[in-house]
């Protein structure tokens, strides 16, 4: 008998990554799953076709279910998340609500945090609340306190460290110990840190969401999300998936695949990029905070020191408020990042943000806020362009501009159109 492989929990995050749902004697000996495309599963007899609809194996029945490409993708996610099963969706925020709809009834109650990715918000505000389901916000600092907020009704806990846009930190194992003990499942946008630098399961989450357009894909040249849960929440999260219909053509998922190959890798280079530009600006007198929660003085940052193992390229800054003209000069003089959305990409974004909607506590700066993505150019190039952009806000503040100028007061955007 050859010798039994070593357990994938006794496997590092880059050995999973490169060795997971790789079947290649089922695929002619092909390295990758390939892409299948196709609706009808053809069965021969009708012995056949009853075995193919047997519960347990619903993939193979209709391609609506999944393909061998499909299910690949979902095994690699669940197998680096630690989780039970995971399900692949037509996008990053297709992910987060089906998570939520497939636990929730009429009459439920669900804790949202404050600082969760807009377009949550507005589908709990739109959405949940036609149909009788009434979402709560609570400040993200809440911790243990939680407890006070969960009441028998609440059904979901809906976590996201750190928040999106603004970066804060939440105490994930406290707020998990007490949604349990009231019965309430605990779903995470775990996005920013992917299972490489969290383990949601390991700390009392219930449903994981992945954005898998952002570092998933890692190239921005595709949109997916995909949920994965723990044994308690799976039957649930496929059920409530499947009966929606939601599918996804398999070559976005071959390319999530592609892409996850190489997240170890790209991740670290986010990561120390992203730290070494989030210190440059710390520095900077147009800079009022930096908010990255791998910098010591961040309030967040004791919380990331215990939980997780490493920090993504995507942090923002607070500027000092300035003239509209001067925010223009930062951003039109930079090269090496483009204004955009997503993030998560090999490429550098910078992003101008809106006043971020909060419903415990008014958010407390004043400046514009911009949100960065520390892409995998060279670190010195992109510290020259920050500060190249800097330069020229300070230069247009000194030598001061045309009338008319007044303060950038950030409005308060729209959910719909609000993107982290
Ligand atoms: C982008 C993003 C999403 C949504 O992903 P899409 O693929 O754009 O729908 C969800 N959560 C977070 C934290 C994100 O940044």
Redesign the pocket.
Known sequence: MPPKPPAPQALRPSTVLTHAARRPAQHHGMVNTPIYRGSTILSSTLQEWENRKTPDNPYASYCRFGTPTTAALEEMVAEVEGGYGSIVLP????A?THAILALVRTGDHVLICDSV?G??RAFAEAVLARFGIEAEFYDPGVGADIARLLCPRTRVVYV?APG?GTFEMQDIPAIAQQARQAGAFVVM?N??ATPLYFKPFVHGVDVS?Q????YLVGHSDA???VATANERAWPLLRKGVQDFGQTIGPDDVFLAMRGMRTLALRLRQHWETGLRLAHLLSGHPLVERVMHPALPDDPGHALWRRDFTGASGLFAIALRPMPREALAAFFDTLQLFGIGL??GGYESLVLPMDTPRRNTRAWPMQGPLVRIHAGLEDADDLAADLMRGLEAADQTLRTGTGPGSGLVVPRTIDCIEE??
């Open positions: 996008s990053g925020l297709a987060c990715y377009p949550v996201e999106s946008d996005t920013w969401i954005a898998g357009t952002k949109i997916l999300g997503s993030w993107q982290a």
